[in-house]
């Protein structure tokens, strides 16, 4: 078991939290993110992982920004943990990616689309690094854990789900809290994606909309039902980031949010 698995999984903190702007935008930029986060993360007592992308293979139209690509993008990964002393997330897209990705990252993300993905997944896992299983949209809580096995059946046991919402009708998305009830009493490490599940896709013709004003209400219900990780992205300008601008969470309003959800997990009852 890794440290960071150790420390993600410490009783004491009130949950941990995987954030970062969505997309590597420049090297400058995730500095000044992961070191405001860090920031914050350490003053309420929240262990926390530095999440962006290198690469965003599921943007909505071809000439959308994906990002700087697999070697810019783990340079960057790479100078953010040696300047800033975080550890890092980042999503994976093919299984030849795995490697090189875990010479750098300390979690590999499995993105929704691609949660069922046998060859992705169990690449990820071989690696000996923390999985995160994005819930696919599609999936149903219970079918999850088909995609948790695979991680296990490596011997890897560092494993956790993060729920974003399930496809409701053209461009919506909806939360089903017993969704966090089903993982977490199935004994899966359960996180909140807080930002995601309230995109609309598609919603906004050749990109994602989404609903942010909604974002803190979500998350709060998300602490107060039970989940041991949160997941957001954040950003110091979000109505000019360069993906999923609409759900991404203002950096200036983040401290104020994780405080309410540190009060909230300190007087939740268990599930």
């Known amino acids: 078991m890794s440290s960071l698995w150790s420390s993600l999984r410490d ?3 009130p949950f941990f939290l995987l954030a970062g702007p969505c997309v590597i935008e420049s090297l400058d930029h995730c500095l000044f993110m992961a070191e405001a986060i860090t920031g914050v993360a350490r003053r309420l007592g929240v262990p926390y992982v530095f999440k962006a992308s290198f690469d965003k293979a599921n943007r909505t139209s071809i000439r959308s920004f994906r990002g700087p690509g697999l070697r810019e993008g ?3 990964l790479a100078e953010v943990k ?16 795995a ?14 689309f ?41 011997g890897n046991e560092q494993v956790m789900v993060t ?35 309230l995109q609309r896709p598609g919603g906004a013709g050749d990109r994602s909309g989404g609903l942010r004003d909604l974002i803190a209400p979500l998350a709060r219900a998300a602490v107060a039902v039970g989940i041991d990780g949160l997941f957001m992205e954040v950003h110091d300008r979000p109505d000019q980031a360069l993906s999923d601008a609409a759900t991404q969470f203002p950096l200036d309003r983040l401290e104020g949010l994780l405080g309410d959800l540190v009060r909230i997990a300190q007087i939740r009852p268990s599930i």
């Open 163 to 197: 729920e974003r919402g399930t496809t409701f009708g053209y461009h919506d998305l909806v939360v089903d809290f017993r969704s966090l009830v089903v993982l977490r009493r199935s004994g899966v490490v359960t996180v909140y994606d807080a930002t995601h599940s």
């Open 74 to 76: 783990l340079a960057v």
């Open 11 to 13: 009783d004491r903190a």
């Open 82 to 97: 040696r300047r800033v002393g975080v550890p890092v997330v980042t999503d994976i897209h093919e299984a030849w990616q």
């Open 99 to 112: 490697e090189p990705v875990a010479e750098v990252a300390d979690v590999l993300q499995i993105p929704a």
């Open 114 to 154: 691609l949660c069922r993905q046998t060859d992705l997944i169990v690449a990820a896992a071989r690696t000996g690094r923390v999985v995160n299983l994005k819930k696919g949209q599609f999936m149903a809580p219970e079918d999850m854990l088909h995609a948790v096995e695979k991680v296990r059946s490596t």
